[in-house]
């Protein structure tokens, strides 16, 4: 009669595991903490990366900027709809993070911008540091999504 | 304890029930039928591979057209990370299906450069290059936009590959036209399109003619 729960607790644990394994690694830093980041960058050094912020203060933050020693620009951009036209508009002022609330950076909507980037052949993940108004800076190491196999010749 | 046990798994299924739900339901993204089908425009074009285009060529085959430009850092890339998502999941039929992908930006995408961008997505996708001077018209005859914007040059002075001019990105028209065999224009998918809506537009008009 146990067998069912223990079967559905230990499928549980296999989803959760499997998540955590997929998790950016970051620097827990009291106040802030960074979730299910990725970047994605084209071979002509075009890209964006996007995350989860979690503000835990009682007191709003505010992502102010970007950076990456790979990429001669990080820059954090909006796109925004009107109409049937997509824009992607400049936030220099960086983004709110509300108290105790989240920040999504995705695609479609808000991220980070990168141009002129230069990965080293063979890398999995992008050092990303984020400079944020109260909890300061956070240094990341952000999975890179793979597109196709190969290389065009 | 066992009652504990019991509690916790059914609310574990139910939790998991919710996420397939959710997963499942998907609001967004559902095409605009035109109708009556419409002949699409004819699209005359240099091709990413260094041939001559001609949409009317792909009379027989069904095709996915987008717009979008190799700079643009996140909207263009999700497109054709969808569009491969959907041709791949085609299988064997794929080769029915001829993805194009209309660059706005002609001045920095030439050829050669937008066929190595699409090329790290799907080798088999092609690109097409109208030069500036007959850009508007063309991109006006599929009902399409395109405005280019120009950056803070402060901001950008030391952007590299830009020469000192400011590097601009471009708003366009989102979203995918899906032209049957016959040429027609029948599905306009918005920009949020999932991977296997795309898939289902095409396998739809795929059956239309065995």
């Known amino acids: ?153 | 304890m066992q009652r504990g046990w019991r509690a916790a798994a059914r609310c574990a299924a139910l939790a998991v029930m919710c996420l397939a739900l959710a997963a499942c339901s998907e609001p967004e993204g559902s095409p605009l039928e035109l109708d009556p089908p419409q002949p699409a425009p004819e699209l005359v074009a240099q091709g990413a591979d260094g041939r001559p285009f001609r949409l009317s060529d792909r009379r027989g085959q069904v095709v996915v057209l987008s717009f979008g430009y190799t700079s643009c850092p996140d909207v263009c890339p999700t497109t054709l990370s969808r569009l491969r998502g959907a041709y791949r999941s085609l299988g064997a039929r794929s080769d029915e299906v001829a993805v194009v992908f209309l660059t706005v930006d002609p001045e920095r995408d030439r050829p050669e450069r937008l066929h190595g961008y699409l090329a790290a997505f799907e080798p088999r996708f092609q690109g097409a290059v109208v030069e500036d001077a007959q850009l508007p018209r063309t991109l006006e005859r599929f009902g399409v936009t395109a405005v280019r914007r120009i950056a803070d040059a402060r901001r950008y002075r030391n952007l590299p590959g830009t020469s000192g001019e400011p590097p601009y990105s471009i708003d366009h028209t989102g979203g995918y036209l899906l032209i049957d065999r016959e040429g027609a224009l029948r599905l306009r998918y918005p920009h949020q399109a999932s991977a296997e809506q795309l898939a289902s537009g095409l396998r739809r008009l795929l059956d239309e003619r065995a």
């Open chain 1, 1 to 153: 009669m146990n067998a069912t729960p223990l079967k559905l607790w230990l499928l549980l644990l296999a989803c959760g595991l499997t998540g955590y394994v997929w998790q950016t690694r970051f620097v827990p830093h009291e106040g802030a903490e960074v979730k299910q980041a990725s970047a994605r960058v084209l071979p002509n050094g075009v890209g964006a990366a996007y995350l989860q912020l979690v503000n835990r203060a009682g007191e709003e933050d505010q992502l102010l900027s970007v950076s990456s020693p790979w990429a001669r620009a990080a820059e954090l951009h909006e796109v925004v709809e009107e109409g049937d036209l997509l824009r992607m508009v400049a936030h220099p002022e960086g983004f709110r993070v509300p108290p105790r609330g989240n920040l999504r950076l995705e695609a479609g909507g808000k991220h980070v911008m990168l141009y002129g980037v230069s990965l080293p052949p063979g890398a999995t993940e992008l050092p990303l540091t984020l400079q944020l108004r109260r909890a300061g800076t956070l240094q990341l190491r952000v999975p890179l999504s793979a597109l196709a196999a190969e290389e065009a010749p």
